[in-house]
């Protein structure tokens, strides 16, 4: 059953989950809150009867919700950007957020937004007495409407700061335009609508969509192209729940870690299996101290005899002793620690005793999204965000 728009705010607000989003981005954030939702209260019944999709007390379908327009409006509000770019208006509302939050800095600036249809813009009668019309008689919203969104980005000669996309949802939009994005606005903070939605998406994301049934027919492509265009060396990536989601780009201020949880056992495995000559317990965990270095390595001994145990011991790496006797425990020893260990860091990378890396493999995991990489990652952001990588 879909959520309702007018349900979402007590839904929300009570939520730790996205309580924990909230903080890790925008710390206390207790008072803009309270800003936020006497705006809301007086935005919810617009957002219901603009939806471009003529059912907008349905969450999801359209327009941003609860949750989401208020990380735009806490990004704008703590960001303060002169001037921001939004890429497709539709009826507007999600362009009021972010005028409404522009306005609240009371520094100036303008919202320039683009749409290929001119649904909102092209209805002067009624842009009268809506919030959109009036930004726009302002002078605060500038709105093209019957326009390519890269047409008009390539045109536009702003310095733009602050960037929400939620447009066209086919890869032979998404991709020009994340790749068009990242060249002319590379330092530039991206957000992007249904991130979610996409069949990168994990089970938890998936769980606060709200029209599911969208996501049987409908391939979501924002996300794996900003994954794709923005590579995380350079960039941070990570979102928001929301019934649609909401995906955030942001430039990186520290370099990518990644750590890895190395299981080790001495233990014969169930299934015989054929390995190469030279992957022996010593040289795989050298080679993996020679890809990652020492000091980014955790290793799990399951049941180590005294040799295997003081030889790691040796290296002054750190180990931390199991007893579990399978690979399935020792592998959910290796999770838990992961994610307890790692809510601020980038990558974690689990690792058994048996593989052997290429060199330069840990560029290779940190780049940029792949479907080619062979190993299996897990990509961690604020304890909110987990993507499998292969």
């Keep these: 059953m879909a959520y309702l728009l007018k349900d979402l705010k007590e839904k929300y607000t009570q939520d730790s989950n996205i309580q924990s989003q909230l903080k890790n981005e925008f710390g206390d954030y207790s008072e803009l809150e309270k800003e936020f939702d006497i705006f809301w209260e007086k935005h ?9 999709m003529g059912n907008g007390h349905i969450a999801g379908a359209g327009a941003v919700d609860y949750n989401e327009s208020k990380v735009l409006y806490f990004y704008i509000r703590t960001i303060k950007p002169k001037n921001i770019l939004e890429i497709g208006h539709a009826s507007g509302c999600s362009t009021v957020v972010l005028a409404e939050a522009l306005k609240a800095n009371n520094q100036g600036g303008n919202v ?3 749409d290929i249809k ?30 390519d ?31 068009l994005l990242r060249k002319k606005y590379p330092n530039v903070v991206v957000t992007y609508h249904e991130w979610g939605m996409s069949p990168l998406a994990s089970s938890i994301e998936l769980s606060y969509v709200s029209i599911k049934e969208n996501l049987q027919h409908q ?9 794709t265009e ?53 040289y795989c965990l050298e080679n993996c101290i020679k890809e990652f270095g020492l000091e980014n390595i955790t290793v799990l001994g399951d049941k180590l005899n005294d ?5 790691v011991n040796s290296l002054n790496i750190r180990l931390i002793e199991v007893n579990n006797g399978t690979g399935a425990g020792t592998f959910r020893n290796a999770l838990y620690l992961a994610i307890d260990e790692n ?10 005793d048996d593989f052997l890396h290429k060199p330069n493999s840990k560029s290779l995991l940190t780049a940029e999204y792949s479907e080619t990489v062979p190993e299996i990652c897990f990509l961690f952001r604020n304890s909110f965000t987990v993507n499998l990588f292969f």
């Design 230 to 282: 923005y590579s995380l060396e350079e960039y941070e990536h990570f979102g928001f729940y929301g019934s649609c989601g909401l995906g955030v780009v942001k430039p990186r201020t520290e370099p990518i870690q990644l750590k890895v949880y190395y299981r080790m056992s001495n233990l014969e495995a169930g299934v015989s299996k054929k390995k190469i000559s030279n992957a022996t317990k010593k």
């Design 44 to 52: 919810i019944e617009e957002v219901i009867n603009e939806s471009s």
């Design 149 to 179: 969104a890269i047409e008009y980005t390539n045109n536009l000669d702003k310095d733009i700061e602050f960037i929400f996309v939620d447009a066209s949802h086919e890869p032979e939009f998404c991709f020009p335009m994340a790749n």
């Design 307 to 311: 040799e295997t145990k003081n030889y």
């Design 219 to 227: 391939k979501m492509a924002e996300r794996k192209a900003f994954h």
């Design 343 to 352: 809510k601020d860091s980038d990558m974690v990378y689990l690792l058994e």
């Design 112 to 114: 320039y937004t683009c």
């Design 118 to 147: 001119g649904n909102a813009v092209e209805r002067p009668a009624k842009n009268f007495i809506t919030t959109f019309g009036k930004y726009i008689d302002s002078g605060i919203i500038k709105a093209t409407s019957y326009i």
